[in-house]
């Protein structure tokens, strides 16, 4: 038996579409409720306009996210490596995936949103670094907030031109520095691909 999408859910996608499709500014209320297939009551009885549902729709895409990427994280032995990935996987979703720079670019406050839904995950993670030595960290809540800024404004820079794609994920040697990571680990790590940093996790290749 076919499960079937909520009206939610259905505005929630269309919404992601469209915006990734034409960004927030120009994608329009009337296209997205078309291609949900409801009807004009039902989209404002769950939102109270665009900005509203664009809030949630990249609300909904952080906390995926954030699960994805704490559930890497608990199966890798290699806490460099899984910081290192998870830093330089928001760069690779944002290069790839034109909804998730336009909510990145547009999206204000983004930080506090973005920060809220990610941090009950990266406090798994560094935390799991710190107890096996991997990380020095004398407070683990600022050293998620640092952690945090660091990568939306490396994102941010790369997407509007101010950074290259190559510098962009080199910088996560930065942020592995930052936590105590010998340099030429943190160096090495940050040049590896994506694939190679999955594999020096132990998780599997991306399929998406």
Same mark, same amino acid.
């Given at each position: 038996?076919?499960? +079937? %999408? !909520? @009206?939610?859910?259905?505005?929630?996608?269309?919404?992601?579409?469209?915006?990734?499709? =034409?960004?927030?500014?120009?994608?329009?209320?009337?296209?997205?409720?078309?291609? &949900?297939?409801?009807? %004009?009551? !039902?989209?404002?009885?769950?939102?109270?306009?665009?900005?509203?549902?664009?809030?949630? *729709?990249?609300?909904?895409? %952080?906390? /995926?996210?954030? =699960?994805?990427?704490? &559930?890497?994280? @608990? !199966?890798?032995? $290699?806490?460099?490596?899984?910081?290192?990935? %998870?830093?330089?996987?928001?760069?690779?979703?944002?290069?790839?995936?034109?909804?998730?720079?336009?909510?990145?670019?547009?999206?204000?406050?983004?930080?506090?949103?973005? $920060?809220?839904?990610?941090?009950?995950?990266?406090?798994?993670?560094? +935390?799991?670094?710190?107890?096996?030595?991997?990380?020095?960290?004398? $407070?683990?809540?600022?050293?998620?907030?640092?952690?945090?800024?660091?990568?939306?404004?490396?994102?941010?820079?790369?997407?509007?031109?101010?950074?290259?794609?190559?510098?962009?994920?080199?910088?996560? =040697?930065?942020?592995?520095?930052?936590?105590? *990571?010998?340099?030429?680990? &943190?160096?090495?790590?940050?040049?590896?691909?994506? *694939?190679?940093?999955?594999? /020096?996790?132990?998780i599997a290749a991306d399929e998406h």
């Open positions: 038996m076919t499960k +079937q %999408v !909520s @009206v939610r859910q259905r505005l929630l996608d269309a919404a992601y579409s469209a915006m990734g499709s =034409k960004g927030f500014e120009t994608s329009r209320i009337v296209d997205i409720i078309e291609a &949900a297939g409801v009807g %004009v009551g !039902s989209f404002y009885n769950h939102f109270s306009g665009k900005e509203n549902l664009a809030r949630a *729709v990249f609300l909904s895409r %952080v906390d /995926a996210f954030g =699960k994805e990427m704490e &559930a890497a994280v @608990v !199966s890798s032995s $290699d806490s460099a490596a899984s910081l290192c990935f %998870v830093y330089r996987r928001l760069i690779d979703r944002a290069e790839r995936d034109y909804a998730w720079a336009a909510f990145i670019l547009q999206l204000e406050p983004l930080f506090r949103m973005f $920060d809220r839904l990610m941090r009950p995950h990266a406090r798994v993670g560094l +935390q799991i670094g710190i107890d096996n030595g991997t990380f020095r960290i004398d $407070d683990l809540e600022a050293g998620v907030t640092a952690v945090h800024a660091m990568m939306l404004a490396v994102t941010q820079a790369m997407l509007i031109g101010d950074l290259s794609r190559q510098k962009a994920h080199r910088s996560s =040697k930065l942020a592995l520095c930052m936590f105590g *990571v010998p340099e030429a680990r &943190a160096a090495k790590l940050s040049r590896m691909t994506m *694939v190679a940093l999955r594999a /020096a996790m132990g």
